[in-house]
């Protein structure tokens, strides 16, 4: 293989990423030990407007009988696993092959997407020989057809360069990001913070793999009516971080339940709030101005809090101690959510000894 693997990955649009994260969530929940390209094409059809739904749907195939199809290959699958699963050989060469279609294809894209996903595994050769295995069906796409008018084939779907930008997921124009719009009203958001969800829809994200359980917990605690505050516990490097940007990919492409579509995650950036705030108070004026911008968003928005345990003046300089004091009337009302992340030392240290913002919180390890 000629193109480094990250880099195709980075190619991904935030369909097809989502698709692949999902995929290996598929292959985890079935203690499988590689991902292969059922998992990946069985993610896609979730998808309701993906390119490969759509072409599928304008080619009469009946998209139940192709699931069946996919999840029987996959049952067959090795299984027993209980580590973190690797890519087939078969992806690598999906990938590169998807992306010389979309450098090649008039006019050529900047970013995989699901149909040349579906044009790499019935052109590339290897490929080839292994879609029969995936489901019969695959023989019924008009190959030759989607190779020239492939951009025909997708009219409507949510991959289609004009209707990307307006979409967030299955959503419509109204749940548009303003962000990517203009410019926004909120300066102490756009100081201190950072838009996950954002990033996520412009693919600086990467994938985020073997996540899909602790993704899940986060989103199910997010949907409560109360203690709906997720915090992420576990040792430095685990990837507590990751499942974050896992959920703002998700939401980036509508896979989410519909209270969550729409939503934006950004990240408190710690270290710019501490900057220079020597002045007793400096600090809480910050937050208090983050915290205020989030409460009347528009859209909602979810505040990601790494190293939470700053909040509460974990050894901070004169004056953060009283931090805690302004999260705790905001996250009782449900005037805004969150989502932190602490190591599980800091976690027993610091925050079980502030009962009132424990109490806000449920924990996922």
Not at 11 to 16: A, G, Q, R
Not at 102 to 116: D, N
Not at 332 to 358: C, H, I, P, Q
Request: proline content about 5%.
């Amino acid at each position: 293989m000629s193109i480094n693997l990250k880099t195709l990955i980075g190619k991904l649009n935030d369909i097809s990423r989502v698709a692949t994260t999902r995929a290996a969530g598929i292959c985890v929940s079935l203690g499988q030990y590689e991902v292969d390209i059922e998992h990946v094409f069985l993610a896609l059809l979730e998808q309701e407007r993906s390119d490969f739904v759509v072409i599928a749907r304008r080619c009469d195939i009946n998209l139940s009988a192709l699931e069946a199809d996919l999840r029987r290959e996959i049952a067959s699958f090795k299984s027993g696993s209980a580590r973190t699963p690797v890519f087939s050989r078969h992806l690598p060469q999906l990938f590169e092959q998807a992306w010389l279609i979309a450098s090649c294809h008039l006019p050529p894209s900047s970013c995989i997407r699901s149909g040349h996903l579906l044009l790499a595994l019935l052109t590339e050769p290897d490929l080839a020989q292994l879609a029969p295995r995936a489901s019969k069906l695959f023989a019924r796409f008009p190959l030759a057809e989607l190779k020239h008018r492939l951009d025909q084939y997708t009219l409507g779907s949510q991959e289609e360069p004009s209707v990307a930008v307006a979409a967030l997921g299955g959503a419509d124009a109204a749940h548009v990001d303003p962000a990517l719009q203009a410019g926004t009203k909120t300066p102490a958001l756009d100081q201190f913070t950072t838009n996950l969800t954002q990033l996520a829809q412009a693919g600086k994200l990467d994938p985020v793999i073997g996540r899909e359980l602790e993704i899940r917990q986060v989103t199910d605690i997010l949907m409560r009516r109360r203690q709906n505050n997720p915090i992420l516990t576990g040792e430095a490097g685990v990837g507590k971080t990751a499942v974050v940007e896992g959920l703002a990919l998700r939401i980036a492409v509508g896979n989410v339940p519909p209270l969550l579509r729409g939503v934006r995650i950004h990240t408190l950036d710690m270290g710019l709030l501490q900057a220079g705030a020597s002045v007793k108070g400096e600090f809480e004026s910050r937050l208090k101005n983050v915290i205020d911008e989030v409460k009347k968003s528009p859209h909602a928005i979810i505040l990601f809090i790494d190293e939470a345990h700053a909040m509460i003046g974990a050894g901070g300089p004169a004056g953060q101690g009283d931090a805690a004091n302004l999260l705790k009337p905001a996250l009782a009302r449900g005037e805004m959510r969150s989502v932190a992340a602490n190591t599980w030392s800091e976690f027993k240290k610091y925050f079980e000894k502030d009962a009132a913002l424990a109490r806000r919180f449920l924990v996922v390890k």
